[in-house]
């Protein structure tokens, strides 16, 4: 395809068509020129084409401005892939981060292994409910107020360093029963087996003024419409992170990130983040395993600290 510049080149050529009686008309003219100036007569024809063919080969200013104007069209894309990435972006990072048209692409995948600690599936356990007032539904568990006031809080042995968080149990007592969600630790004097229930939720079982109850309760994999989301903790950065996994509908066992040397596994905190000392990950792609073995795998969640990140997926029920 000819560029501008060619096409521009073009009139400057034009002479080469004047009629013959012209041509015949300048010839003597230049003739005359050359009778008397016998070193300069030559020089007018050449450099009449000069400018034209230096056009074609170099191009003006004007003529490399076409090349240039399709790269805002091009480049648009990039503030948006910033804002979605937290902050400003490369070239490269901002195009690796544009197909995802929401915050995240997921796989399901299933190792086929139990991964439960002390709570475990299919399993009743004994022990005895009290309760206690919730307030805002906040606790150990880190994930901040709530409206929804049917909540416990696990004993310290079960709790198993946060690993109960997020864990939906079915309590009995007396042929009555209540499903709560763990959101909070209850330290000693609470034993293995008891749960300090919100006022609210115990009150489906007893009036308050017992005080306690003898009560059974197990693990459930309850109907929701929720799923799970991600929150960086305060503080986080790619050089240093924590990361929560919010309204997953059973226990999760692991979180891991992608890292260029693979999957790294983080560890888990009592507060009930899993935290990347070293910022390995921060802002890669997650995957959580549940403690049915199954896995879902997130990518494109920002670091963003504070901000609840909806992921759109959700563990299957049991």
């Known amino acids: 395809m000819e560029s501008p510049s060619h096409r521009r080149s073009r009139p400057r ?4 068509l004047v009629p013959a009686v012209a041509v015949a008309a300048v010839a003597l003219v230049v003739s005359l020129v050359m009778a008397f100036r016998p070193d ?3 020089g007018d024809g050449p450099h009449a084409v000069a400018p034209a063919a230096g056009a074609q080969l170099g191009g003006s200013p004007t ?4 090349t240039r104007s399709p790269t805002p069209s091009t480049a648009s894309p990039t503030p948006r892939a910033s804002e979605s990435a937290g902050g400003p972006a490369s070239p490269a990072a901002s195009a690796s981060r544009r197909p995802p048209a929401t915050p995240t692409t997921r796989t399901r995948t299933s190792t086929g292994t139990s991964l ?25 568990c880190s994930y901040g107020p ?10 310290t042995a079960d709790y198993e360093t946060s690993k ?8 009995h007592a007396g042929g009555r029963s209540v499903t709560v969600r763990i959101t909070n ?14 006022q609210q939720a115990f009150a489906r079982l007893a009036p308050l003024s017992a005080g306690r109850v003898a009560i059974t309760w197990n693990l459930v994999s309850p109907a929701t419409s929720d799923t799970v989301s991600i929150r960086y903790k305060t503080g986080s950065s790619p050089y240093w992170c924590g990361i929560q ?61 504070d901000a609840v990140q909806a992921t759109g997926v959700q563990f299957a029920r049991h």
């Open 13 to 16: 050529r034009h002479p080469a």
């Open 245 to 305: 996994a919010i309204g997953h509908r059973n226990p999760l066992a692991r979180l891991e990130v992608r890292t260029s040397g693979g999957w790294v596994r983080l560890a888990r905190t009592e507060y009930n983040y899993f935290l990347s000392e070293q910022g390995s990950g921060c802002g890669s792609a997650i995957r959580l395993t549940d403690i049915h073995g199954e896995r879902l795998t997130v990518e494109g969640v920002a670091v963003r600290p």
């Open 116 to 140: 439960a600690g002390r709570i475990r599936p299919g399993t009743t356990y004994q022990g005895v409910a009290t309760s206690y007032d919730a307030g805002n539904g906040d606790g150990a």
């Open 185 to 198: 630790e209850c330290p000693a004097p609470c034993q293995p087996g008891q749960l300090d229930l919100s």
């Open 40 to 42: 300069g007569g030559s």
């Open 146 to 155: 709530t409206s929804d006031v049917m909540t416990a809080a696990m004993n």
């Open 63 to 66: 003529a490399t401005e076409p």
């Open 164 to 171: 109960a968080c997020g864990a939906y149990v079915a309590v």
